[in-house]
């Protein structure tokens, strides 16, 4: 199978500081990377779809300016949680995939903790 | 929009024991996958469905997909304690973009020994 690292594995930061949350694909190409937020017993939520080279495309009710996603190269995206407040504090998953269809392999996820 | 409801919410079960749980939609998918997530990690793909009426094995997993197109169901035979998690469905977003999934509301389990 293929591996999808993240890196924090944990940050805890005080609120108003910006948080850089990394994603990369360690033995495939990823031409797509996906972030989800996921709160304590509930599902996964997508909030945006990142392509190398392009602009991130956010869901509905995510903050762009706030979930600053860059995708450089087509093995790293990063997240950053801009002006974090106690109510970003969640556990952030990304996914990743070789090419149109095929399988999301995600990462272990972040958990951010915001005093 | 599309909405995956899965039951139950949560299970306790004995060791040995066979579990089934269920992922429903009130439209339709060409395609249904079953994820399980261990406690603080991302989830792992388990099974992925392609066509109406398949059964598909995984070890001691098996999953189908309902021939109505709106449903699945994932049985594990002889639950052991590492099968603890929460086990998700997941289908295309038809309505947004491309490879865009969404996830069922998951159903927890857990074993005791």
């Known amino acids: 199978g293929a591996v999808v690292s993240q890196h924090p594995s944990w940050v805890i930061c005080k609120s108003g500081t910006s948080v850089k949350i990394e994603c990369r694909s360690l033995?495939?190409?990823?031409?797509?990377m996906f972030w989800y937020r996921q709160f304590p017993k509930q599902s996964l939520m997508l909030m945006a779809t990142?392509?190398?080279?392009?602009?991130?495309?956010?869901e509905q009710g995510v903050e762009k300016d706030k979930f600053l996603i860059n995708h450089a190269s087509l093995t790293l995206s990063t997240l950053t949680v801009t002006s974090a407040h106690p109510e970003d504090s969640s556990f952030y998953i990304c996914?990743?995939?070789?090419?149109?269809?095929?399988?999301?392999?995600f990462g272990p996820g972040t958990r951010l903790l915001v005093l | 929009g599309q909405q995956l409801n899965q039951s139950p919410q949560s299970m306790f079960i004995q060791e040995g024991e066979d579990v089934s749980m269920n992922c429903t939609s009130s439209?339709?998918?060409?395609?249904w996958l079953w994820y399980k997530q261990d406690p603080g990690e991302g989830p792992v793909l388990l099974i992925a469905?392609?066509?109406?009426?398949e059964l598909t094995s995984n070890g001691r997993l098996t999953a189908q997909f309902g021939i109505t197109r709106k449903d699945s169901f994932l049985n594990i035979s002889a639950s052991i304690p590492s099968d603890v998690g929460i086990y998700f469905c997941?289908?295309?977003?038809?309505?947004?973009?491309?490879?865009?999934?969404?996830f069922g509301t998951g159903t927890l389990l857990a074993v005791q020994p």
């Open positions: 439209s339709i998918f060409n395609t």
């Open positions: 990142s392509n190398e080279g392009s602009k991130a495309t956010y």
């Open positions: 996914s990743a995939i070789r090419g149109e269809g095929e399988t999301q392999y």
């Open positions: 033995d495939f190409q990823a031409t797509t």
């Open positions: 997941a289908g295309p977003d038809y309505g947004g973009a491309t490879n865009k999934l969404i």
């Open positions: 469905l392609y066509k109406a009426g």
